[in-house]
């Protein structure tokens, strides 16, 4: 079935520090890709998401390619800040298809930005 | 325009008992997903519901795991015999149509079971 798999954290980093978390995917069809973060005791929030391959999603300074030869969704940001402290998930939903939209999720990536 | 919203946020229940949670979507979503996010894990699909309808209930236990979205009030997740390992954050999610790629999330219940 579908899966996602994403790099195991923590991660720490000093801000302004470059950000990678990698993600790659498996999925039968043409699923769409997100990034969801999770901040301490919240639900989580639709980060960017991108809906076909070579497709970017952008958001807040956080960047995601949808790189269909290499089933990967990597979230980069070029200078992180304290506040970007979250626990980070990637998803994929194949929409119509066999899931009918469900969201599969990775196992999240938590990220501690320092001062 | 209010999102997603869940209650109760924080839910305690001993052994035995039952567990009801509550949500509801934001206006003019008519479609519900239902995900556990167990500690240290990510979320796992329970449940997907239209008004009335349960659509795919694949991820939910066989048994003491139940759900519903009548025609009006919110959505309902109810554990009967609720054990130890039910003890977990229930996330809802809602998105407008069925062909929608993106679910809206609330903020949870946490459910400690003792």
């Known amino acids: 079935g579908d899966s996602v798999t994403q790099m195991e954290g923590p991660v720490t980093l000093s801000e302004e520090a470059f950000l990678t978390i990698n993600c790659t995917y498996t999925?039968?069809?043409?699923?769409?890709l997100f990034w969801y973060v999770q901040y301490p005791g919240e639900g989580l929030q639709l980060l960017l998401k991108?809906?076909?391959?070579?497709d970017k999603g952008s958001n807040k300074g956080f960047e995601a390619t949808y790189r269909k030869e290499t089933t990967s969704f990597h979230l980069e940001k070029g200078s992180v800040q304290v506040s970007d402290s979250a626990v980070y998930f990637c998803a994929l939903s194949d929409g119509v298809g066999g899931s009918q939209g469900n969201l599969i999720f990775g196992k999240g990536t938590k990220l501690s930005v320092k001062p | 325009n209010a999102g997603v919203m869940q209650n109760p946020r924080h839910l305690v229940r001993r052994r035995g008992q039952e567990a009801r949670l509550r949500c509801s979507p934001m206006?003019?979503?008519?479609?519900v997903y239902w995900y556990r996010q167990l500690p240290e894990e990510g979320l796992k699909f329970m449940v997907y519901?239209?008004?009335?309808?349960?659509?795919?209930e694949s991820g939910m236990p066989k048994e003491r795991f139940s759900a519903e979205f009548p025609k009006e009030g919110p959505s309902i997740l109810r554990i009967q015999q609720v054990v130890r390992g039910d003890s977990a954050a229930y996330f809802c999610?809602?998105?407008?149509?069925?062909?929608?790629?993106?679910?809206?999330f609330g903020p949870g219940t946490r459910l400690t079971v003792t």
């Open positions: 999925a039968t069809g043409y699923p769409s």
């Open positions: 206006k003019g979503h008519s479609h």
């Open positions: 991108a809906t076909k391959a070579d």
């Open positions: 519901l239209q008004k009335e309808n349960i659509i795919d």
């Open positions: 999610a809602s998105s407008p149509d069925r062909g929608s790629y993106e679910q809206y």
